[in-house]
């Protein structure tokens, strides 16, 4: 079956970096986009990044954009997250997943995802 596995996360200080992997097995890595989203306590679930499938097209939140940086190694079946300049309201937990859609419309909204990882908790202190 499709597994998606998150690691990296951590504790960091304001202004710090944090660089997120996920792994993939059980699915055509190379054939999927596939995405970041976050969700804070109390607050639904946030679209991060988005990356196709051939890693030419990346999507970015307006909130990470500039700061983060999301990348694939088809390769490996991972796919990054390099987030520079953490600010405290970064901190949640981060989730990978993938899905066979292609356009910018689709791959921001997490209701297109079929897959998720299990998150790893990011947490930036002031």
């Known amino acids: 079956q499709v597994q998606l596995v998150e690691s990296g996360g951590g504790l960091v200080q304001a202004g710090g970096s944090l660089r997120l992997s996920c792994a993939a097995s059980g699915l055509t890595f190379s054939s999927y986009t596939m995405g970041w989203f976050r969700q804070a306590p109390g607050k639904e679930r946030e679209f991060v990044a988005a990356?196709?499938?051939?890693?030419?097209?990346?999507y970015y939140a307006d909130s990470v954009k500039g700061r983060f940086t999301i990348s694939r190694n088809n390769a490996k079946n991972t796919v990054y997250l390099q987030m520079n300049s953490l600010k405290p309201e970064d901190t949640a937990v981060y989730y990978c997943?993938?899905?066979?859609?292609?356009?910018?419309?689709?791959?921001?909204?997490?209701?297109?995802?079929?897959?998720w990882g299990q998150g790893t908790q990011v947490t930036v202190s002031s």
């Open positions: 997943a993938t899905t066979s859609r292609g356009s910018r419309e689709l791959v921001t909204t997490s209701r297109w995802y079929d897959y």
């Open positions: 990356i196709s499938w051939s890693g030419t097209s990346t």
